[in-house]
């Protein structure tokens, strides 16, 4: 909001998020994780800006076997081993991103940007006592290495509510980002310092990887729907393309209501998509953000709405154990925000880290992803993607224009739950005509391959419909398990709002400028 407020446009204000993100909420997001941003400028085409991460290893002749570092993270009531350390590192993409948005459709200095984040780095971010249960929960990947420990456990514990987190080498390098002196991890002194730091480490990520990054901008993937024109992301990753299906096979249908047989129908299709699914395979701006996917719990969204402006924002928050069979499987950091300015210029960014490397490119404080250890992204096994070849994700940006005049903007993290969490909210918006609140906020179902997950609120007779279908779990209270979707909207009549998920701690701001 800062950003938008000093005239800088969506994109800028979503730039200036991720840099942000990275430091206040380093369990989710990092300049060394990758990301997605689907771009509609008032002026020119709308853009998906892929900078999700790469396979390593160009450059090198016969690979070495690379060298994953188990680490076991204690949930209430089960454990889950991670791979971590420098092997589970592909090549990131965010910092790449964030600079080649900026310079095609920014219009605020770049210094500009960076500013909230490099003082956020110096200063340091007093830890709430949500964002200190996610440290606590990936505790022994975040103080893996000395510079894990020196940010995270600086006086020899770990950091708790209330204290502050600071990172004095990320502040260092988002200031040298900002004026210009380093261009990119592509750099030459960057790419080497980390090549060095792979090769001791047992990891396959060169110089070659870093310098020969590109981020590719794709056509986004269409779908009409309702009198809505939904734009998302498109292949090779593969959310945008589960989410549209679910659209296209819907449409077929007479639109959703609160019935019975409604929410079986959409019941059905996520059941559908699900068991065909495979990785393999402003005067400002609204905007809305999100965070991890197994160590959330839901804050009150704040929210202050003005005539010119929204944004929607996350915080971390926690939640008590889910019972045996809602055991999460995997803890991947993700962070969504989405902004729209007074001028209709339009950004929706979903970025991820992974479940953190524990290991940091040298001199940076920059920690890189582990998305090279996350099993349910390489189905053919660990490493068999080829160097420099994308990998394929869930992340599914997403923005809609409405026959009537309407502009939204959303997207969710949640892992597998972002297909469900996002076909939720859209049918609620364009088949029920729910306002942008109640969409977010209303009960989401989800298919877990083994039981239909059903959010507390539906009617009994809804329920007791679904049961006679499938195995029904429902939960006893709303949980960051179903997703975060954080969106903003502009109305037919130009008035601003938006929304953050409660489920994953999101925030909504409405800014009048000037």
């Known amino acids: 909001m800062t950003v938008l407020a000093a005239g800088g446009n969506a994109f800028d204000a979503a730039v200036a998020a991720g840099f942000a993100s990275a430091v206040a909420e380093p369990g989710l997001a990092s300049l060394g994780g990758g990301g997605f941003m689907l771009a509609r400028p008032v002026a020119g085409p709308t853009v998906v800006f892929d900078f999700f991460v790469d396979a390593p290893g160009l450059g090198r002749g016969e690979r070495p076997t690379p ?66 249960a996610v440290l606590s929960l990936l505790e022994p990947i975040v103080t893996l290495s000395p510079e894990g420990r020196s940010v995270f456990a600086p006086r020899g514990r770990l950091l708790g509510a209330g204290d502050t987190m600071r990172n004095a080498d990320l502040a260092g390098f988002l200031d040298a980002v900002g004026h210009g002196t380093v261009g990119g991890f592509g750099d030459p002194g960057v790419a080497a310092t980390a090549e060095s730091a792979m090769d001791v480490g047992g990891g396959l990520m060169t110089a070659a990887d870093l310098a020969g990054y590109r981020v590719v901008e794709r056509l986004p993937l269409r779908q009409d729907y309702r009198g809505g024109h939904v734009r998302t992301n498109p292949p090779p990753s593969f959310g945008g393309r589960i989410v549209a299906t679910g659209l296209d096979r819907l449409s ?47 804050e009150g969204p704040e929210a202050a709405e003005g005539p010119r402006a929204a944004m929607g924002s996350r915080g971390s928050g926690g939640s008590g154990p889910p019972p045996e069979s809602r055991r999460p499987r995997s803890v991947r950091g993700t962070t969504h ?61 997403t923005i809609v224009t409405t026959d009537g005049g309407g502009l939204l903007a959303l997207g969710s993290g949640g892992s597998e739950r972002i297909r469900s969490a996002l076909t939720c909210v859209l049918t609620n918006l364009l088949d029920r005509g729910l306002t942008l609140d109640a969409a977010v906020l209303a009960p989401r179902l989800h298919w877990d391959r083994t039981r239909l997950q059903v959010e507390p609120g539906l009617p009994a007779e809804v329920v007791e419909r679904l049961s006679s279908v499938w195995p029904v779990s429902v939960w006893p209270g709303r949980d960051l398990y179903f997703g ?31």
């Open 67 to 132: 060298h994953f570092t188990p680490v076991t993270v204690r949930f209430a009531g089960a454990q889950q081993v991670f791979h971590a350390g420098w092997g589970s590192a592909a090549v990131p993409g965010c910092l790449a991103g964030y600079l080649h948005v900026h310079r095609s459709l920014g219009r605020a200095p770049l210094a500009t940007v960076v500013a909230p984040a490099r003082r956020l780095a110096a200063d340091g971010v007093v830890l709430t006592p949500a964002q200190a």
């Open 252 to 298: 077929s249908q007479p639109p959703l209501d609160g019935s019975p047989e409604s929410f079986v129908r959409l019941a059905t299709v996520l059941v559908e998509l699900t068991e065909g699914h495979g990785p393999g395979d402003g005067s400002v701006g609204a905007a809305a953000a999100e965070g991890p996917e197994a160590a959330e719990g839901p």
């Open 337 to 397: 925000v989405s902004v729209i300015d007074a001028e209709g210029n339009v950004a929706a960014m979903t970025t991820s880290n992974g479940s953190c490397s524990g290991v940091f490119v040298p001199g940076t404080g920059v920690q890189l992803n582990n998305v090279m250890g996350e099993a349910d992204l390489h189905p053919r096994g660990f490493h068999a993607t080829p160097p420099g070849t994308r990998i394929g994700s869930m992340m599914a940006p």
């Open 484 to 514: 975060g979707a954080h969106a903003a909207l502009r109305s037919a009549d130009g008035s601003m709002s938006a929304v953050g998920d409660d489920r994953r701690g999101g925030v909504g701001r409405v800014v009048e400028v000037g």
